[in-house]
């Protein structure tokens, strides 16, 4: 096991907790696998997200105080946004043709569809202010009027009211609310919250800034505190990785656990979403497997296919282990530095702000979920439907917390936005945990790809 390289390590670890996950439901250890396994991937996690918000600090203070060209660090910002912003925006116009061609809220037994359509239109009557998408009318078709629509259980609207609460939080509070909540008014606070991450980015540059406009003899104590620092949580992320393979081994033995009792319950979780997911899958895998090589290929033509996935797996896999960009930062950092050869200048102003609002994933999965469940219920949206699920979307996933289940919660808002039901979320739920560890894949991804062009263009990506 000494010899293999870590990322065919974390692959074992991650299979052998599929497994393993399966023998212990059908063998009814779920319980000593929740109690005594479970608990070592939690652990994981929390050493991730610690080392996390300390690492983003100091790198990208040591980053941007050590850059002497102001101008660079402005191009290289603009850069950065320019290209997050279209590998956004063609994830959603990818996820959405897909989900046009495919068709698969279509696949759902007919006659579910035409009940969905009237619970659909029972919503619109009971909400003031909102009208029927498509402008037809089925509840009083003489054929449909005897058919009961269900309502939905207790537990799905208390699933639904609680994420409402927490997409509310986000939303309310005008146009520019983004740009106030950027600006942090207490830095402890910001600094104890793994959802304020974009404030500590912005005290973080701010801070750099400000001790590259200082004179040397000033700030040379701190600059080498900040160093020093960065170079110790940086070692933590090394030593952690070592035993990455086993704690992955327990994350994914804990997760399946968590889903279902028996493997059967796993089947049928997915067998009624099976069209919704393998869209989705097939949506975000192109982005892995074509788009971003393809990408990486035009700008940087020396990386090729085979080694692109192999500087950045170690990522992509922890990725999926912990459904959680922030918690895979510090190794996307490690892998693009180390193995893709990007500059720590570029990869510690980059990728924070990439796990932060970079989330093509999520916006192709948003775009997908929403159509998808437009279908199922026999709504046609227009096109300036979809043009504004484009937008939504987009916002949507900008606005999304790089920790799990983020991605759900924002759907709200996107469903909102053209008029559908918000408690649909509760349909998607189900299946939503590992499409989430998915997502985050190509999240990560998305980072890496754009650092390592940032790099490029600015002469900072070293031959590796
Ligand atoms: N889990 C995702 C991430 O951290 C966000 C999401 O829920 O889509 O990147």
């Known amino acids: 096991m000494k010899k293999l ?50 690492l983003v600090l100091f790198s990208i203070i040591s980053g941007i105080s050590g850059l002497k060209d102001m101008s660079k660090l402005g191009r290289m910002g603009g850069k950065t946004l320019l290209f997050y912003m279209m590998t956004t925006v063609s994830a959603v116009l990818i996820g959405l043709l897909l989900v046009n061609t495919v068709k698969p809220g279509n696949m759902i037994d007919q006659d579910q569809r035409v009940k969905n359509r009237l619970q659909y239109e029972n919503w619109v009557a009971n909400t003031e202010g909102v009208e029927i998408l498509d402008g037809k009318n089925y509840t009083n078709d003489p054929l449909y009027s005897n058919i009961e629509v269900e309502e939905m259980t207790e537990e799905q609207l208390a699933l639904v009211a609680d994420k409402q609460k927490a997409a509310e939080e986000n939303k309310d509070g005008g146009p520019l609310k983004f740009l106030v909540d950027m600006v942090p008014q207490n830095i402890m606070l910001s600094l104890s919250n793994d959802k304020l991450m974009l404030q500590v980015i912005f005290f973080a540059i701010f801070c750099g800034i400000t001790m590259a406009m200082l004179p040397d003899e000033k700030v040379a ?28 081994f327990a994350l994914l033995a804990g997760v399946i656990a968590k889903m279902a009792d028996t493997p059967q319950e796993v089947f049928e979780i997915f067998k009624g979403l099976a069209s919704y997911s393998v869209t989705l899958v097939v949506g975000l895998a192109f982005l892995v497997a074509v788009f971003y090589p393809g990408v990486m290929r035009i700008f940087v033509p020396k990386m090729g296919y085979k080694k692109f996935f192999k500087n950045i797996s170690p990522a992509q896999f922890l990725a999926f282990s912990t459904s959680s960009s922030a918690a895979t930062l510090p190794v996307t950092m490690e892998c693009v530095e180390d193995n893709m050869g990007v500059s720590k200048n570029v990869s510690s102003f980059v990728l924070p702000i990439g796990a932060t609002v970079n989330m093509d994933g999520t916006s192709l999965y948003q775009a997908v979920a929403v159509i998808f469940m437009a279908q199922m219920h026999m709504v046609d949206l227009s096109f300036v439907q979809q043009l504004t699920i484009v937008l939504t979307a987009t916002l949507a996933s900008i606005g999304s917390a790089a920790v799990p289940s983020a991605g759900l919660i924002m759907m709200i808002v996107v469903l909102q936005s053209v008029g559908l039901n918000p408690a649909w979320i509760a349909i998607i739920f189900p299946v939503d945990r590992i499409l989430d560890m998915c997502r985050t894949v190509v999240n990560v991804t998305g980072d890496a790809t754009v ?13 590796v």
């Open 5 to 54: 390289p870590i990322h065919v390590k974390i692959m074992i670890g991650l299979v052998a907790g599929v497994i393993y996950a399966f023998i212990s439901s059908s063998l009814g250890w779920n319980n000593f696998t929740i109690n005594w396994i479970d608990p070592f991937g939690q652990i994981f996690i929390r050493m991730l997200k610690y080392i996390a918000v300390p």
């Open 451 to 463: 650092s390592t062009i940032v790099a490029k263009s600015e002469g900072e990506l070293r031959e």
């Open 221 to 248: 104590g701190l600059s080498a505190f900040v160093d020093g620092a960065n170079a110790v949580f940086l070692k933590m992320v090394e030593i952690v990785m070592q035993a990455a393979p086993y704690f992955v």
